[in-house]
């Protein structure tokens, strides 16, 4: 046990009492030596809010003092919530004249304190600050005569940053621009700053894209250096190496991609065997064998995390002469991969498999149209263009059903919420919003996909090397026990509520399906579901419903897939022993770092669709729409459109009645003629306004339909 171990473990002791700092030197009898290494200690554990310091200068852990760490969840109308470091604690209220200064994902401790308006709602006092979240803010700024302020982008940022005339660094008033706060907020007084970047006019679509970017905290450009290294990774494959690895060129393998795609990481070979059984290559591209551990691309890889996927462009994770170049898996070009062999039989089950490095050749770069429409609507033109590889096609689409069915029977549940396709044209405009489609050849992919990970990660889990695993969390018993309420009120009920296996859920949304409540119930079921994480630890994933599972097929657009690539090509070549020690060191913190580093990239593209959205509608102003409830709030309702695309109708236009929200059900109940509004109702809408640059979209309720109109 280290000295900070020790110390914080002291302090955990149920006798332990606040102490000043000689009390707990004496206490910890440390020589004089260390005198000076205990005080920094304390200073660093105060400065991350893992201990406080009292008024009167004495130490101990905030959980011991009443006290709670965590994160300022922050609101437009100037009031927070209080997200506690401890998931096993529930969020806690915090009224705007108690947050002391603190914004929306600052680090705080709060004194929790109980409302004294309704004894059930925990309401608390920010005492303490630990780390800033904000130091710099986008926004559109605004000049007065003498001064300026700059409003926040982020409805979760409710006050405007003043800035001095002396600070405007060249803004002019409606710019979007960057400002770095000089001064914190406090009870009666705005944060101030300084513009430190302008970035462009506040009408200009560039500048929301980009100030979305920014405000993810996205990476764009490519330093330097990172591009030069790129360059100089050596493109013709090594004879000795080529020697070396298994040998699959000569298979009918495929890749079935978008048709936009050009990192292609993924293909596919298919066999049928004997005794009802395929044989089910997955190839992966081995970015890591160009990509090494430690290099400047490694590192610039691992802090991105991710590629990110915009309407009309990517920000790759690694630069195009890597992710389009070198390892992405053209046709008739040979390429390094690590390939899954799998012998499935005619219930899905792997009974056997081989894990390689390789080497491939393509046959044929597919994408998701072709082959479904060969499938599903037998083309002509193109069962000629294939013709090699049509039999292919059909044993391809016979095991995915296979392995679909197997899903379905442990209890797999299978959201099929609808996705947008975002058309722009030539000059970069959105000018049509689609649905997306989920044909049958993205499902023959994404069936073999989940397959090839599920059957890695099992394979390195009982070989026992350490890993990193995609886990998905059994939902917490509240948010069990509150859908199981919710749906009561339509007759439906959930068994095994302590202990919920996920086939229960399937089952709802089985019986749903068609009903007029089924996006009501599959909305809040998501919604009582926990997010999806990498960990270093192999836990269930309890939405597909896997006890073994893991991101191995996407390593030029995802960092947790390259870091697996390593270990399992350590693991085949028995050079794993020696690194075993500094994975299990580091595994932790890279699972945390990916999942961070996903999250930002989901935040970041559904804010562009967002705006895209906004700008397409821009151009329907005036028109009506007949669309879906898809959320209803304290504030109004929101309402989605066929296209995806959804807008507000704010509960100040709806003047037929005054309705009052009811939490518990979703719904606005009216107050005298009790007419309600709930998720998935189908309504007839007005699009009245829309502001792109704060991707607000604004409908009139004309009326409310039955579902038979």
Request: proline fraction near 3%; glycine fraction near 6%.
């Amino acid at each position: 046990m280290n000295i900070k171990e020790k110390i914080i473990s002291f302090m955990s002791e149920d006798a332990y009492k606040p102490m000043l700092i000689g009390e707990i030197l004496k206490e910890l009898n440390t020589s004089k030596d260390l005198k000076q290494e205990i005080l920094k200690i304390l200073t660093e554990l105060e400065n991350e809010g893992t201990i406080i310091k009292t008024r009167n200068d004495r130490y101990g852990l905030p959980s011991k003092m009443n006290l709670l760490k965590g994160t300022i969840q922050g609101s437009a109308k100037g009031f927070g919530f209080f997200i506690p470091e401890d998931s096993d604690i529930k969020d806690v209220f915090i009224p705007p004249v108690d947050l002391n200064g603190a914004m929306n994902g600052d680090t705080v401790i709060i004194r929790p304190m109980k409302s004294t308006h309704d004894i059930k709602k925990q309401e608390g006092k920010v005492i303490r600050i630990i780390r800033r979240a904000n130091e710099e803010i986008i926004g559109t700024f605004q000049e007065a005569r003498n001064f300026g302020f700059v409003l926040p982008d982020d409805k979760r940022l409710s006050q405007d940053v003043f800035v001095s005339k002396s600070d405007f660094n060249k803004a002019e008033d409606g710019q979007k621009v960057i400002v770095k706060i000089t001064d914190w907020p406090e009870k009666r007084k705005n944060p101030a700053g300084i513009v430190t970047r302008i970035l462009g006019a506040a009408d200009d679509m560039d500048t929301h894209i980009l100030s979305a970017l920014i405000r993810n905290g996205i990476k764009i450009d490519f330093p330097e250096k990172v591009l030069i290294q790129a360059k100089t990774v050596v493109q013709e494959l090594d004879e000795k190496e080529i020697n070396r690895r298994k040998d699959f060129r000569g298979y009918n393998i495929l890749t079935i991609d978008g048709e936009d795609a050009k990192d292609l990481d993924d293909a596919v070979h298919i066999k049928r065997l004997d005794n009802d059984m395929y044989e089910l290559g997955v190839h992966i591209a081995d970015v890591a064998h160009y990509v090494k551990e430690g290099s400047i691309l490694d590192k610039e890889a691992y802090e991105r995390g991710t590629s990110v996927y915009m309407p009309g462009s990517v920000i790759p994770m690694l630069p195009k002469e890597i992710s389009n170049g070198v390892c992405s898996l053209n046709p008739y070009e040979n390429k390094f991969t690590l390939s899954v062999i799998m012998k499935v039989d005619s219930r899905g089950m792997v009974k056997s498999h081989g894990i390689y490095e390789s080497i491939i050749q393509s046959k044929a770069r597919m994408n998701y149209t072709e082959v479904s429409d060969i499938l599903e609507n037998q083309d002509a033109e193109l069962i000629e263009k294939y013709k090699p590889f049509n039999e292919d096609f059909k044993v391809m689409e016979e095991l995915s059903i296979k392995l679909s069915q197997k899903r379905e029977k442990r209890g797999c549940i299978d959201f099929d919420f609808d996705e947008a396709k975002i058309i722009l044209d030539e000059t970069g405009k959105a000018v049509d919003i689609q649905k997306y489609e989920r044909r049958v050849s993205n499902r023959i992919i994404e069936e073999f996909m989940i397959l090839c990970n599920e059957t890695v990660a099992e394979s390195m889990y009982w070989a026992k090397v350490p890993f990193l695993y995609r886990i998905h969390e059994s939902p917490d018993y509240e948010s069990v026990v509150e859908f199981n309420k919710f749906i009561a009120n339509f007759g439906y009920s959930i068994k095994g509520i302590a202990n919920i296996h996920p086939k229960e859920f399937q089952t709802v949304s089985k019986k749903v399906k068609g009903k007029k409540e089924e996006t009501v119930i599959n909305t809040i079921m998501l919604r009582s579901l926990k997010k999806a994480v990498y960990s270093h630890e192999a836990e269930d994933h309890f939405g597909l419903a896997s006890k073994f599972y893991t991101h191995f097929t996407s390593p030029i657009r995802r960092y947790p897939d390259l870091q697996i690539h390593r270990i399992i090509k350590d693991h085949l070549n028995g050079t794993l022993d020696k690194k075993m020690k500094r994975l299990n060191d580091s595994l932790p913190e890279i699972a945390k770092v990916c999942s961070v580093n996903e999250r930002k990239a989901e935040h970041l593209e559904r804010d562009v669709d967002d705006i895209r959205m906004a700008e397409y509608m821009s151009g329907h102003i005036g028109e009506e729409f007949v669309g879906v409830i898809s959320s209803v709030t304290s504030f109004g309702v929101f309402v989605e459109l066929d296209n995806t695309i959804e807008g507000l109708v704010h509960i100040s236009s709806m003047d037929d009645d005054y309705y009052i929200y009811d939490e518990k059900n979703y719904c606005l109940i009216g107050e005298r003629t009790k007419k309600t509004f709930k998720i998935g109702d189908i309504v007839q809408v007005k699009l009245t306004s829309v502001n792109i640059q704060k991707a607000e979209i604004d409908f009139l309720l004309i009326e409310k339909k039955e579902k038979n109109d």
